[in-house]
């Protein structure tokens, strides 16, 4: 791995030549069918998903969208869904369960829009219904990060059964510049944050949120994005072999999330409960 600064990995996490979920989709699956709409409101486009063929086998693929110019992030809002989003995903997640697809999750935003309308129409009800359903349904999640992971946002489409890292993705409760604000009333610290937060795919993968940390160009996917997606296939490849082999992939996720933290959350001189 590249010697990167937890800063200059967030950095590379957000550039804006690096490749998104449309260009993964487009590199690593054939046949995707994409399916829009909550059914309640309005199809929000920071998230895009529906049905595609990895290697001939059916699965269901969903992911943040950017955009790669001004016109798409706005359309996008930057990658940050609207509750009409999370509810498109819970929607799309419900027809996998029904047809037996293993789902494909990439997370690559922000956060969750932050906008008024998006309060009013229920943004943490989204969110938390999401998280609930990804808990309970009994088809395989695997999900990777392929950029920036941020907040609750993030988490919605990341309750993974195994969750994979690029080197260089990054994955936390808030972004940096909220973190300095937050902690030490200074947005300008922003650098200092990144270096006590943990929240790069090493610093992950030793934590144990991170189950496989998948490598990059030094200076980036978006350097070499054909080796990257050469990667990610044979990653996510042995992931879904792996979860074939788990008879109850809700009971394997549960265990998971009950688990994850055990070790190094213990206290000296106590058994760890």
């Known amino acids: 791995m590249a010697d990167h600064s937890p800063a200059r ?6 550039d804006p030549g690096r490749p998104g979920t449309a260009q993964f989709l487009e590199a690593l699956f054939t046949d995707f069918f994409e399916q829009r709409g909550d059914r309640l409101c309005a199809d929000d486009p920071a998230i895009l998903g529906g049905v595609a063929l990895f290697h001939g086998r059916p699965v269901t693929v969903l992911g943040h969208r950017k955009g790669k110019n001004l016109e798409e992030n706005l359309a996008c809002h930057f990658g940050m869904p609207t509750p009409e989003g999370y509810r498109k995903a819970q929607r799309i997640m419900k027809a996998a369960e029904k047809f037996r697809r293993p789902i494909i999750t990439f997370v690559d935003t922000a956060g969750a ?6 309060e009013a129409r229920g943004q943490g009800e989204a969110i938390a219904r999401c998280l609930a359903l990804m808990g309970g349904l009994t088809v395989p999640i695997i999900t990777l990060v392929i950029g920036e992971g941020g907040s609750g946002g993030a988490l919605a489409l990341g309750m993974g059964n195994k969750v994979l890292m690029l080197e260089n993705a990054v994955y936390s409760v808030l972004s940096p510049e909220g973190f300095a604000s937050i902690l030490w009333k200074d947005s300008s610290r922003a650098q200092e944050a990144c270096d006590v937060m943990k929240l790069t795919a090493a610093d992950l993968q030793e934590l144990g949120v991170a189950d496989q940390v998948i490598p990059e160009p ?5 350097t070499d994005p054909q080796a990257v997606f050469a990667a990610v296939d044979e990653a996510l490849s042995a992931a879904l072999r792996q979860m074939d082999r788990v008879g109850d992939p809700a009971q394997h996720r549960y265990k998971k999330y009950r688990g994850m933290g055990d070790g190094w959350l213990a206290v000296p001189g106590k058994e760890n409960k």
């Open 218 to 222: 030094e200076e980036g996917a978006h």
């Open 9 to 14: 990995r967030v950095a590379l996490a957000r």
């Open 113 to 118: 829009y932050p906008g008024l309308e998006a």
